[in-house]
């Protein structure tokens, strides 16, 4: 399996990016799949996950502003980012697991990672 994520970019406070993340795996509707993120000397967050029925989850830092979602028809998870803030700064990283049943455990439960795709919001 092989996640490419793209969407990434530079944003001003309170702009909107859109995040996709292909996935080479017709199969992939039956996984746990999500975003993380993680900055220089931090730790890798889980910012959003989402499960085989499409059952959602967030960090609280996002929730009300972030939308994960799925095209299983496409083979492509979104995550639609509103009101971004400098603090959303990172590298965002999309994830799959073939086996949790959690999609929100963090990223001891994922061992399928894309390459990453860079936000960058400015005050």
């Known amino acids: 399996v092989q996640l490419v994520e793209s969407g990434g970019g530079s944003v001003q406070f309170g702009g909107s990016l859109r995040l996709s993340c292909a996935v080479s795996d017709n199969t992939y509707s039956s996984y746990c799949m999500a975003w993380f993120r993680q900055g220089p000397g931090k730790q890798r967050e889980e910012v959003a996950g989402i499960d085989s029925d499409g059952r959602t989850a967030y960090a609280d830092s996002v929730r009300g502003r972030f939308t994960i979602s799925k095209d299983n028809a496409k083979n492509i998870l979104y995550l639609q980012m509103h009101s971004l803030k400098p603090e959303d700064t990172d590298l965002y990283y999309c994830?799959?697991?073939?086996?949790?049943?959690?999609?929100?455990?963090?990223?001891?439960?994922?061992?399928?990672w894309g390459q990453g795709t860079q936000v960058t919001v400015s005050s």
């Open positions: 994830a799959a697991s073939t086996y949790a049943t959690y999609c929100f455990g963090g990223a001891v439960d994922f061992a399928i």
